[in-house]
C-alpha cells in the first residue's frame, strides 16, 4: 500500500510565555522564562512555590459562563490552542467530508483542577458525597479530544493518549499513522495539561521531582547544568494540524513542514526514572531516521526532552553522543522547558511546534539559565546546548524527543518542505 504524506498545515499553542503562537515565539527568541510564583493556589506550605502558570487567558469568547464553569482548565487551553490552530490552517468543515476528519489528542493527568476541588469538597464535608454531576466528564482524560469533536464536527476517528510527559507525541504519531495509511484526510492533534494544582504539585514533590529553587524561580529550569535540582511544572496546550499532503495542495493550504518519521520505544527499566545509558531514546531517535530513510549526518536541531533532572539529562545527552558520534558537535541542541517548564501531557506538542517554529524561521530557540562554571563533570560541554542565545540556523531535519514516566520515549522528525 502507498504510504501517504503528511504535512503541518495549521499551529496553535497556549503556554506561560503567551495565549498564542506569535507571543510564544517572540518570548522564547527573547529567552523568556515563564516561572513565577503560584497563584492557583495557597502554595506556601509547599516544597515547591513557583510554577510556569497560563497566565491573562481570556475564553470567555470561546465557552458559555456554564461551560467555563463545568469544563477543566486542561479543557479550556485545549480549545484555545485548537481554535488558533483551526483559524491558522483555514478549515471549513462544511466544505469537507467530516468523517475524514478527526482528533488524536492527548493528557497525562487529565482534570486535575476538578479532581483536587470535588475531593476537597468531600473531605472538608460530614461524608455525604456531593459530586458534581460533570465529575468524571470533567476529570477524564480523553474528554479533550472529545469536546474538540464536538466543538468542530470532525467525526472522523477520534481518541486520546496518555503516557505521562509522552502524551502528546504518541497523539501526534498516532495521528500521522492513520494519515499515512490513507484511513484520514486531517487529523487535529496534539495535548493539553493543567497540573498546577495542590495534588499535581504536593505529588511531585513526594517524589522529589520538581526543583525547589524558590528564591529564584525564572532561572529555577537549568538544562543540563550542574545545579540542575529537578523541573518547573508548566501548564498548556499545544494543537497541529495534520493533512495528507495532496488534500493540502488541492486546498492552496499553507504548509510549514512534513512529518516524515517518528520512533516509539520502550526503557523497560523503571517507574519513573530514565534508563541511565540513554538506550530507549537512542532507539526512538534510531526509528524515526530510519522510518524518514534518512542518516544521522543530516539532523541538524534536536529539541530534547531535557527536563532539568539530574539523570534525564546525562540520559539524553548519552544518547545523542552515542548516536551521532562526531556529528553529534555539529547539531543545534536546546530545551524549551527551560522557559516553559515541563507541560507534562502537552510538553511534547509545544515543542514540536517550536521544533517547526525554527525550522521555518532558521532560528534556535535557547536554553536558558546556564552560568558559566556551572558545568556538570559528566557532560561535554563541546556540544552545543544553545545556552542562553537563540541561534541563526538552516536546518533541513528538526528533530524533537519526549520520554514519560513508566519508560515511554517518542521521536518525531520534521523535514523542511521543498515544494
Known sequence: MEQKRVVITGLGMVTSLGNDV????HNLLQGKSGADLITHFDASKFKTRFACEVKDLDVSHLFDPKELRRYDRYIHYAIKSAEEAIQDAHININQEDALRYGVVYGSGMGGVYTLDTNIGAFGAGDGTPRYSPFFIPMIITNMAAGMIAIRYGFKGVN????SACASSTHAIANAYYQIRMGLADVILTGGSEAAVECCGVGGFNALHALSTRNESPQTASRPFSASRD?????EGAGTIILEEYE???ARGAHIYAELVGTGLTA????LTASDPNG?????AMQLAMSEAGITPEQIDYINT???STPIGDLAEVKAIQELFGEHAYNINITSSKSMTGHILGGTGAVEAIISILSMQHSMVTPTINHEEGDEDPKIDYKLNFTFNK?????IQYAMSNNFGFGGHNASLLFKKLTL
Do not use: C, E, S
Request: hydrophobic content about 35%; charged content about 15%.
Open 390 to 394: 537563540a541561534q541563526q540556523r538552516d
Open 230 to 234: 529537578g523541573f518547573v511544572l508548566g
Open 159 to 162: 481518541f486520546a493518549t496518555t
Open 305 to 307: 526532552h531535557g527536563t
Open 279 to 283: 538506550i530507549g531514546a537512542k532507539n
Open 22 to 25: 506569535p507571543t510564544n515565539w
Open 267 to 270: 526503557d523497560a527499566y523503571h
Open 247 to 249: 488534500h493540502a495542495k
